[in-house]
């Protein structure tokens, strides 16, 4: 089975622009959450979806969004970049029942400059 | 308000000593733990988990310790071998497999050869 795909797998913007980050989860999970990890700060979960639906969401402003396509691929997007938003952008995908264990792309690396 | 804490930024071990990494959680809710492990320029990797009905389990070199009562838990790894040298995540969540993961911010483990 393949893994969780992320792209792109790194990139640089400017404060002010806006990024939109893909992840492709493992095939039948329908479920995607996306974390963001700085530096001290460990992995903060963003949201997760499920059948194209946001059922969870974290504390981060409305900058940041996302969705879901019939497919389960899922897309976010963060609009007037600000150079906190530098960070590397984790995917994972899970079956929706049974044990809670997510599995993780390799992340999307973004800088803010 | 951080929900997993992960005291110890850093650990330094011997090859074929024993490793412990620790884990406190403040959310009575919290049911189900997981350990991750993540290398540079990877997503993190399910390692092992426990359910709150256990106190233990085992797998391989990997033993980790659940204690309810004090909202602790630790991942014990014996022998430590210089290829586990990680950040290792501590994350929990309810049951359900709808309920989102929350982790710590991580543990750096560098065993030396």
């Known amino acids: 089975k393949a893994g969780v795909t992320q792209t792109p797998r790194y990139l640089i913007k400017t404060r002010g622009q806006q990024v939109t980050l893909s992840c492709s989860p493992i095939?039948?999970?329908?479920?995607v959450s996306w974390y963001q990890q700085t530096p001290g700060q460990g992995l903060q979960f963003l949201f997760e979806?499920?059948?194209?639906?946001?059922?969870n969401k974290g504390n981060f402003p409305g900058r940041f969004s996302g969705r879901q396509f019939s497919n389960s691929r899922s897309e976010m997007n963060v609009s007037t970049l600000e150079l906190g938003d530098s960070a590397l952008y984790l995917c994972?995908?899970?079956?929706?029942?049974?044990?809670?264990?997510?599995?993780f792309g390799a992340g999307s690396r973004l800088t803010v400059l | 308000d951080q929900q997993v804490k992960q005291n110890s930024p850093s650990l330094s071990v011997q090859e074929g000593r024993i490793s412990i990494l620790n884990c406190d959680y403040t959310?009575?809710?919290?049911?189900?733990f997981l350990w991750y492990k993540k290398y540079p320029a990877e997503g993190p990797t399910f390692l092992i988990s426990i359910s709150s009905i256990k106190d233990k389990n085992e797998d391989g070199r990997f033993t980790v310790f659940l204690n309810k009562s004090a909202k602790h838990l630790s991942l014990h790894i014996v022998p430590s071998q210089p290829g586990d040298s990680a950040v290792y995540f501590c994350a929990a969540s309810g049951q359900g497999g709808s309920e989102k993961l929350v982790f710590g911010k991580g543990t750096k483990l560098t065993v030396n050869p």
């Open positions: 994972a995908s899970r079956y929706i029942s049974g044990a809670n264990v997510l599995t």
């Open positions: 095939s039948g999970h329908r479920s």
């Open positions: 959310n009575s809710m919290f049911d189900y």
């Open positions: 979806y499920f059948s194209e639906t946001q059922r």
